[in-house]
Every structure is written in C-alpha cells, then in structure tokens.
C-alpha cells in the first residue's frame, strides 16, 4: 500500500535541547517504583571512540507501567548525556513482566544525528527474547548489558565502528 | 501495527559530510528492520505536566515582562499517514531568541539574551490533532560548520504520538527564507518535496489583527491501523 499522506522528516535535535527537555529528565530522576529495579550505565562514543556529551537518551519500559503508575510519565525515562557521554538508567523488573522482553527500548538523539535512533538494552542474564533473536548474533553483543560485581549492568552505545550499536527500523 | 516502509529521499542522510558532525555520529551499518509488535504508549503525558506559560512563550512563568521581536502564533495539525488525528500527544518546542541566541549555557553566540524569553514550552494535541502556541520569530544565527554559516530561522518540535514508533524530532521553518540553499541541516533530506513539508506556511486566518502573525505547521507522522498493541 503506499501512503496517502506524506510524513513529516526527521531533523537533528542540535545542541541546545536540554532546557525543554529538562522537566522529563526532572520527572523520570528519582521514580518511585513497586518493582525491583537495575541501574544499566555506560557511555555513548562517537566513530572515532570520543564520548558524546551532548546526547539525549530515552529509556521505554512498557512493563513497567503498573509499577510506576503514581509517577508523572509510567515507564519512561530520558536522560542526557554527561561530559563524558556518561548515562545511567534505574529501570523497573516487575516480576510479571516476560524474563525475555528488554530491559527498554531505547531512543537516542543527539547533534550531528539527523535522524533518532531506536535500539533496545537487553540483560545478558535473561533469556534471549524474540526481538534479540532478530539480530545477528554476531553483532547481539552491542544490545547486550553486562552484568557487573555490585549488581548493575554495564552497556555502551557505539554510533559507528566495529562494534557499531544496531539500531532498528519499524515497519 | 504496521508501516509503510518511508520512501527513499524521505529522512535525511545519516552521514551528509557537509554537516561535519554526522560524519562520525551517523551510524553506518544499515538499520535492522524488526518484524515486532511495538509498545503503545498512550497519554505519555497528562494535561498537568502542561503549564498555562508553556503554550504563550513571549509572556514566561516568573518573568515580569514580554518577550522582544515579532510576535507569532504558531499552529497545525498532528495527523498520522492516514490523516487521522493524533490525539492528546504531547509536543515540546524550543528555539533562540529573536536575536538569534538561546538561553543554553553553551551557546556563546555574541547576541542579546532577553530576559522575558526562555525559548521553550510544551502543549497536548486536542481531540482534531491540533496544537497552538504564541512566541516570537526565532533569528538566524551562525555557527562553526562553515565559512559563513547562519542557520534558516527555525523552531525545534518533538513529538512523542500515541505508539512508540511514531516519535519524531524536527524543525519548522518559515516560507522563503534566503538561507535554505546554504543549510546543510535543511539539506541533509534528499527529497525536495519531504524538505518543503518543513516549511510553515503563512496564515492569514491565524493572524491578529494589531498583534502577532500567523505560521501553520503540519506533522504527519507514521503510522496506520492504529490498533493498540503491547509487547
């Protein structure tokens, strides 16, 4: 089928974001949540291995809604980039949500990205869902956090490279 | 749901040299398409996260006075790719100041800041898809990407939709502006028709008489069969 109307396109969101942006990091900092949670933390590079300090990310937990349900925004979280492209998320694990759905599915913007990416975070201790199982597995490794000893998950988005991110087209 | 695939030329190009930072920010490989059902996430945000100074931009929360420049409203419309109304979604917007700086710790640019103009607000969609606010018209303003780079004069827009897949950010920009053929943000889409869509069109109908200007700004985003769906 072809469209009937056109869609609007993409354009970078620049470097000066973050003022507008800044009443949902402000609504997602501290969620109060019913659920166990993770911390999944890492740092966002560029193609030539330099972190990006100037990114927005978003976090989407769709399972997390009715453990979040008394905050502001259920389920999401964004957050910017620090000075050196470093970013943490506390997510929601409730405990009837399935073992292999991801951890979220994550959107990123930045300057210099004409277009936002989708990509998903996957816990490299839970059972490989059906999303993952799309991905080739020689490259299942960038969407996979690792579990560290204090019990957080360490997970680095790379925008180019040999360990280049893989990023998601929906149709 | 499902999506069309975008036609070619429709989204910008990833990596478009002239605009230096995509050359290494712009993922190369190509995008993996997912046969997966998407999160719906419906009523992201409810009208109290919205505040009575985020639709009116030139008269702030806490600031005494009015915001300088032209005066402008800005509406239109939020439909999907069958014209159907994307209802109560929320669109942020941020842009600089009519001298061309924004109120950002890091740009440095050698213009006024205004004290009665933040530059950014927020507003829900209503039951047609439509949205409205009042600011001022943003300036051009250089930046380092060029020997005499200025950027068209331009309002940010994010957009979130009621289905994950739909969310969108972009710019509008105002009708015959000189820049456009020297911006290689604008011209990073290949299709010329998909670059016109940024472009508001001047309303008549929207303006007042003996106060602001009137801009109209449609957003179509993806989407069809809008069938709520969870993972």
Partial sequence: ????????????IGPFSHEAWQWAVDAT??????????????????????PINDAQLEAWNPHAAAAEAQQAIPGFRRIPSGEAGEFQFRLSRPADAPADAPAAFVTIFAR???????????????????LLAQVPEARRDTLLARRQPDGSYRWDIRMQGDAETVFFDYT | MKFDPVPSGVYPELVHPEYKSTIKRGPLQPLLRLDAALPVRDNIATPALVLPGEIDLTRPEGCAGEAIGERIVVTGRVTDEDGKPVRNSLVEVWQCNAAGRYRHKKDQHNAPLDPNFNGWGKMLTDDEGRYRFVTVRPGPYPWGNHHKAFRPAHIHFSLF??????????????????????????????????RQRLVSRFSIEE?????LLGYEFDIVLRGRDATPMGL
């Fill in chain 2, 207 to 211: 303006t007042m008489h003996e106060h």
């Fill in chain 1, 29 to 50: 900092a501290s969620v109060e949540t019913t659920a166990p949670t993770v911390t999944v933390r890492g740092i966002i590079y560029d193609g030539d291995g330099a």
């Fill in chain 1, 112 to 130: 210099g990205l004409v277009k936002h990416q989708f990509t998903a975070v996957f816990l490299d201790d839970a059972p490989v869902s059906p």
């Fill in chain 1, 1 to 12: 089928m072809t469209n009937q109307v056109n869609i609007t396109t993409s354009q970078t």
């Fill in chain 2, 161 to 194: 939709g009621n289905v994950y897949a739909q969310r969108l950010v972009t710019q509008m920009y105002f009708p015959n502006d000189p820049l456009f053929d020297y911006d290689p943000i604008f011209n990073s889409v290949p299709d010329a028709a998909a």
